[in-house]
């Protein structure tokens, strides 16, 4: 059992039968769709320029000293903000729609509510960054935007997100698959983790440690359940898809899901050991962190198995849609691989309150969610807009500079990591050599920032210029 066999156009071709035609069910997607594509975009040149920023405010802290607008704290947290609700959000509630409306052969209708749901939450956001930049932050990661923003947020996820149920409730047909498994365990579990910790982190703060627990709950559930399992559902839809067969092995894949949302949603106290929670709380965490590896595995035997018989690896190299995705599911098995091992007390104890946490969230964040969208952006536009990618050029630039990016980022972050943490744990070196050991990795961050902006300029120049190209394919019947 596979979930869609049929050869896919793995170059960015438009679909078989010419560029002018669309099928019925991507008909109704293709407003809806570029509406959310084109704020992902916007959002992440704007992510990467702030990013610079803050990683060049880190070995040159009077960088834009001058303005208040500018300091550390504003910009680094506008990034993150601009990074995972502006990217993040926007492209995955585009490609998730895409990815329902395929599967279950669904006529997208009423799509303008969507759209609408769209323009709410990019207002909020926008709103939200502002407050940012005027100093109205929280000291709370991710949830660091006007607590009157977050109702705003929800309601524009019912309007947007939550359509993603409706494909499915709706579809003609009966047969599920595990794309469909894990876009409908994220939409159900993104409002309930975002409510519950708005709830207890901004508007109903308890004393003590809950709020911190509660914020790294949402944390955590935030970059698995919603990031970690969208990302997954792309991949089991077009490893399969663009190779043109089966998953092997595809009757482990419900065991993964099953696993992966059982286990996932309780690692958060892992990220707190040594901190003053219970200690069975702590181990709570620790043991399902050590689980977690669990779906990780089966989601390598799914994909990696497929990958590699008949020259699997050299058609994914050849397929520009493939190579983004096949580095999106490399990057998710090293992060669960690098969640388990180092959720251990000994090394949490060595690695706290460095990098090494930021490397690790770099690759599920951008090294999975980010390639992956990359990668689904690059077959379904060309689809949806009737055009060819303008340049090349652009898209081996593009490749290339977020995956060197990519690499240079997360070996700074975990080498960094590594080094200091494993210094400030020998009591004959100071705080001060310990601070001095992070120079070359801070620029080497900044070396990273300054290719993923080329990379993302690059993406938003071939995305741009194909949809001002776009020769408005409409609908004639063609069946999907």
């Known amino acids: 059992m596979s979930q869609e066999n049929r050869t896919g156009r793995p170059r960015g071709r438009p679909p078989e039968g010419g560029a002018s035609r669309l099928s019925r069910t991507e008909a109704g997607l293709r407003g809806p769709f570029l509406c959310f594509f084109t704020f992902a975009v916007l959002w992440l040149v704007v992510a990467s320029l702030l990013a610079l920023i803050a990683a060049v405010k880190l070995h040159r802290p009077d960088f834009l000293g001058a303005c208040a607008l500018t300091t550390y704290g504003r910009v680094a947290a506008a990034a993150q903000d601009t990074f995972v609700y502006g990217w993040g959000f926007n492209a995955l509630f585009a490609v998730n729609f895409w990815l329902m409306a395929q599967l279950g052969r669904f006529e997208f209708r009423n799509g303008w509510l969507a759209t609408l749901g769209g323009l709410a939450w990019n207002l909020a956001l926008t709103y939200g960054v502002v407050q940012v ?36 409730a709706r579809r003609p047909s009966g047969h599920n698959f595990a794309s469909q498994w894990y876009v409908i365990g994220a939409t ?21 440690t809950v709020p911190a627990l509660a914020h790294a709950w949402f944390v955590q559930n935030l970059m698995l359940l919603w990031f970690g399992a ?59 962190s050590v689980m977690s590896i669990v779906p990780v595995i089966i989601v390598g035997i799914n994909f990696y198995s497929t990958l590699s018989v008949d020259g699997g690896w050299s058609r994914a190299w050849n397929s520009t849609t493939l190579r983004f995705v096949t580095v999106g599911v490399v990057c998710f098995s090293l992060f669960g691989g690098l969640s388990t091992v180092f959720s251990a007390r000994d090394f949490s104890a060595v690695l706290a309150f460095t990098s090494f946490a930021q490397g690790q969230q770099q690759l599920l964040t951008y090294g999975a969610l980010t390639m992956t969208l990359f990668g689904a ?20 630039l593009h490749f ?31 705080t001060a ?17 300054m290719l993923f902006l080329v990379a993302h300029v690059a993406f938003a120049l071939n995305a741009f210029g194909m949809i001002l190209a776009s020769t408005s394919p409409t609908s004639e019947g063609r069946p999907d």
Do not use: C, N
């Not at 159900?188 to 983790?193: E, R, S």
């Not at 050599?433 to 920032?449: F, H, K, R, Y």
């Open 377 to 396: 952006s690059y077959f379904v536009l060309p689809r949806l807009t009737g055009s060819l990618w303008p340049s090349a050029k652009l898209v081996h």
């Open 230 to 288: 969208s990302t997954l559902a792309s991949a089991y839809y077009f490893i399969p898809k663009i190779l043109g067969r089966p998953l092997r092995h595809y009757y482990l894949a419900p065991v993964g899901f099953w696993t992966f949302f059982l286990f996932a949603g309780w690692t958060a106290p892992a990220a707190l050991l040594g901190g003053p929670i219970p200690i069975w709380l702590q181990s709570v965490g620790v043991v399902a």
């Open 133 to 168: 930049f005027r100093g109205e932050l929280g000291g709370f990661a991710l949830l660091d935007l006007p607590r009157e923003v977050g109702p705003v947020l929800i309601l524009a996820f019912l309007f947007a997100g939550l359509w993603s149920v409706v494909t499915y």
């Open 433 to 449: 050599q310990a601070g001095d050991a992070t120079a070359v990795w801070t620029l080497a961050g900044s070396i990273a920032a």
């Open 400 to 430: 290339w500079a977020a995956s060197l990016g990519l690499l240079v980022a997360v070996v700074a972050s975990l080498a960094g990591g590594w080094q200091v943490g494993h210094l400030l744990a020998d009591p004959a070196v100071s």
């Open 188 to 208: 159900f579990a993104f409002p309930i983790v975002f409510l519950l910790g708005q709830l207890m982190v901004q508007w109903f703060p308890s004393v003590g």
